[in-house]
């Protein structure tokens, strides 16, 4: 708002009116405080100064880098038809087994189960056993949706109603975690997407095929590689690797990731779609400070900058130690030197193993 007159700005107009024009009264009047000019200069100017800042914000809302919330929602679907992502449910298979045949039934659709941290699931199909049957997969989502209903493997352990399974016996396990359990889509987020509409909008290329995959709510990211023959000629056959934020993804997700590419692959294109799981990497920091600063709270931020970064890597992503060099300087202005030691590991750039996305952790980023 630098550009905008202030308050101060506008009163100094009306007072220029003022000596100026005044004949019947003082004019420097104007500048006591309390004195009628005063007040009516200073009213006058108040009212404008809310008036500028309400055409100034409302015509900020009308352009993508200033609207906020409802605003940039109603800019997306006017312009474009895009709606923001809301939060997702969580997603993944459970393993239904017993140790010995013996009763045929069927876990019904809807049957709750709870984690071992007391998060709530409902199968979303039917597990039918029969007499010899000892396991059934299906595939169960969360009962409330957000970041914080993902579970690890091996945590859905209970039925939240054992006496109602037609067989008691049965046990539930899930083998991998569960995926795509993602908050409502943040404003810059939103934003990013809406800007790559353009570049995408002719569908069947592999930035669209991509921008299609991340269309879907609880999908972070996505990367579409073109398969060829020997002969380096294009085999109409499309690799599509996805993600969440968590770099984790699941089968029943893939399935309604193949439905919405329907919007977006080429006619007669087969997008295979392939899960991606985290591929943890370790980060070896030599850090060294100038006099006088607090090395242990600056530590922190920097760790927790290096989390961070890592952990907004695409799917299938190279982790560049450029890219590092490039965050820690970012806190030479805090105190911070760097030098060539300054990054011990990874010694190089690293490319994660296919469709595997890049993580870390606090704890695998340390200080030598």
């Known amino acids: 708002m630098a550009d905008l007159p202030t308050r101060l700005d506008l009163f100094q107009l009306g007072a220029d009116y003022v000596l100026q024009r005044a004949t019947k009264i003082d004019p420097q009047q104007v500048y006591v405080q309390g004195s009628d000019v005063n007040l009516f200069c200073g009213i006058t100017a108040q009212v404008a100064y ?24 109603r ?17 993944g298979t459970v393993r239904l087994y017993r140790d010995v045949g013996g009763t045929a039934g069927t876990v019904p659709v809807g049957t709750k189960l709870t984690s071992l941290t007391g998060i709530e699931y409902i199968t979303t199909g039917n597990a039918s056993f029969g007499v010899a049957t000892l396991s059934v997969s299906v595939n169960v989502r969360a009962t409330s949706a957000g970041k914080s209903q993902q579970v690890g493997a091996n945590n859905i352990r209970k039925f939240s109603d054992q006496t109602s399974l037609f067989d008691t016996t049965l046990k539930v396990n ?32 592999l930035g669209a095929i991509e921008y299609g995959a991340r269309t879907v709510p609880g999908i972070d990211s996505a990367s ?19 993600a969440d934020s968590s770099g984790v993804a699941s089968e029943a997700m893939a399935d ?3 439905t919405a590419l329907l919007d977006y692959r080429a006619a007669g294109i087969q997008v295979i779609v392939v899960v991606s799981m985290p591929q943890i990497v ?13 090395t242990d709270s600056l530590t922190t931020t920097i760790r927790n900058a290096v989390v961070e970064y890592v952990n907004s890597i695409p799917v299938s992503a190279t982790l560049l130690r450029s ?44 200080v030598a």
């Open 323 to 366: 890219a590092l060099y490039s965050l820690l300087q970012r806190y030479t202005a805090d105190g911070l030197i760097v030098g060539e030691d300054t990054l011990v590991a990874p010694a190089g750039d690293l490319v994660p193993a296919a469709g595997m996305t890049l993580r870390t952790t606090l704890t695998n980023v340390t």
């Open 282 to 294: 370790d980060i070896l920091l030599k850090l060294s400070f100038q006099s006088g600063v607090d």
């Open 174 to 205: 899930n083998d991998l975690p569960t995926a795509h359990g993602e908050d409502a889509e943040d404003d810059e987020t939103f934003r990013n997407r809406i800007r790559d509409f353009w570049s995408t909008v002719r569908r069947g290329t």
């Open 50 to 73: 809310a008036i500028i800042l309400q055409l100034a914000y409302r015509t900020n809302a009308l352009l993508l880098d200033g609207a906020e919330d409802e605003d940039l929602d």
């Open 224 to 242: 579409a590689v073109e398969v060829t023959t020997q002969a380096g000629v294009p085999a109409r056959v499309v690799i599509l690797y996805i």
């Open 75 to 91: 800019y997306a679907w006017d312009r474009y038809g895009l709606t923001r992502k809301g939060a997702n449910a969580a997603v």
């Open 256 to 258: 309604t990731v193949r």
